[in-house]
């Protein structure tokens, strides 16, 4: 069964420095998606992705935050300068386009990559 | 501003009894409500989706409900297993506008099975 990848696992960094998290979407899936949850918080959104452009996004990501879809296969997320309160985990997703061009509602998710800021 | 609230937190139970675990929403406009099963470390995974028209849905041993009205929902799980063990957790998806499946997640009710 096809699913959502994500390297790495476990990312540490240091204070200020830039990080880039790679996710490898289902093959056939056209929207994708960033999520993150701080230690027992909330899953929160980040940002949506369509047609190689930002569909929505949250209050969240701000400028430090960047996505890009570089070649056919991956969904990156930078984040400029990490702060100590960026540590998470970071979860993609992606979500199918059905015949007729509807959005499907059912979104697949990526094991995470967890990310320590030091 | 929309909202997930989860009850109970957490929940013990043993082996083969069956539990309930309850969600209240304020989300609009509404689209859709999901029910995710996450494992510690993993990524969440999709239960069942339920959308304004629809009332119950069932997968396996898990049978969601949808009260549109009240803006409840709960979510049955029967003859528990061991390996039902995670967190379980209610999220509600607002529709119309450029929300491209923008998901509102509530924080989850820890169940934990015991033999």
């Known amino acids: 069964e096809p699913e959502v990848t994500q390297t790495p696992s476990h990312q540490v960094t240091q204070m200020g420095q830039e990080v880039i998290l790679r996710c490898v979407p289902i093959?056939?899936?056209?929207?994708f998606y960033w999520y993150r949850q701080i230690l027992g918080q909330k899953v929160e959104f980040l940002v949506s992705?369509?047609?190689?452009?930002?569909?929505?996004k949250s209050e969240i990501f701000d400028d430090q935050f960047s996505v890009e879809r570089p070649d056919g296969s991956n969904f990156t997320l930078k984040i400029r300068s990490t702060k100590l309160e960026d540590s998470a985990m970071y979860f993609c997703?992606?979500?199918?386009?059905?015949?007729?061009?509807?959005?499907?509602?059912?979104?697949?998710f990526g094991p995470g990559t967890r990310l320590t800021v030091t | 501003k929309n909202q997930v609230e989860q009850s109970p937190q957490s929940l013990i139970i043993l082996e083969g009894k069956n539990c309930t675990l309850q969600?209240?929403?304020?989300?609009?406009?509404?689209?859709?409500l999901r029910w995710y099963k996450q494992d510690t470390g993993r990524g969440p995974v999709s239960l069942t989706i339920?959308?304004?028209?629809?009332n119950t849905k069932s997968n396996g041993r898990y049978t969601a409900t949808l009260d549109a009205d009240t803006k409840q929902s709960s979510l049955h799980i029967t003859a528990s297993q061991l390996s039902d063990s995670a967190s379980y957790i209610c999220?509600?998806?607002?529709?119309?506008?450029?929300?491209?499946?923008?998901?509102?997640f509530g924080q989850g009710t820890i169940l934990t099975v015991h033999p």
């Open positions: 997703a992606s979500s199918a386009e059905l015949a007729g061009g509807s959005l499907s509602y059912e979104q697949y």
């Open positions: 093959s056939n899936h056209l929207y």
């Open positions: 992705f369509y047609n190689n452009e930002i569909s929505e």
């Open positions: 969600c209240n929403y304020t989300v609009s406009p509404f689209s859709n």
């Open positions: 339920m959308t304004f028209s629809e």
């Open positions: 999220v509600v998806s607002a529709g119309g506008g450029t929300s491209y499946g923008k998901l509102t």
